[in-house]
């Protein structure tokens, strides 16, 4: 079981900053990808940023220069440093991380692909 903890969500005026932050705790053996996901009210989740265990990235166009993605191998954690903050980017956002981790009866290993709880991020004046 790998879980997720996510937290830095808020309530940010347009054109302010948020930075999110994800921490992935449990039998980790190795992990492929981290990804952002948002889902704002009456649309379908869609991904905004990712990053792999090599280090390349990729982000939706939306946030294209204004979000970056990041992440801190020692302790399983990836960062979403979001700038220029528009009402738009209001959603909650997710973090999905998958890679292998060990089972409990400790045999082998297995693969994973955890969801974090979410976390509400409102741009307004």
């Known amino acids: 079981q790998v879980q997720l903890v996510e937290s830095g969500g808020g309530l940010v005026q347009p054109g302010g900053s948020l930075r999110l932050s994800c921490a992935a705790s449990g039998s980790i053996f190795s992990i492929n990808a981290m990804d952002w996901y948002r889902q704002a009210p009456g649309k379908e989740r869609e991904l905004v940023a990712r990053?792999?265990?090599?280090?390349?990235?990729n982000y939706a166009d939306s946030v294209k220069g204004r979000f970056t993605i990041s992440r801190e191998n020692a302790k399983n954690t990836v960062y979403l440093q979001m700038n220029s903050l528009k009402p738009e980017d209001t959603a909650v956002y997710y973090c999905n991380v998958r890679g292998i981790s060990r089972p409990r009866n400790g045999v082998g290993l297995e693969n994973f692909d955890s969801w974090g709880q979410g976390t509400q991020v409102t741009v307004s004046s």
């Open positions: 990053i792999i265990s090599g280090g390349s990235t």
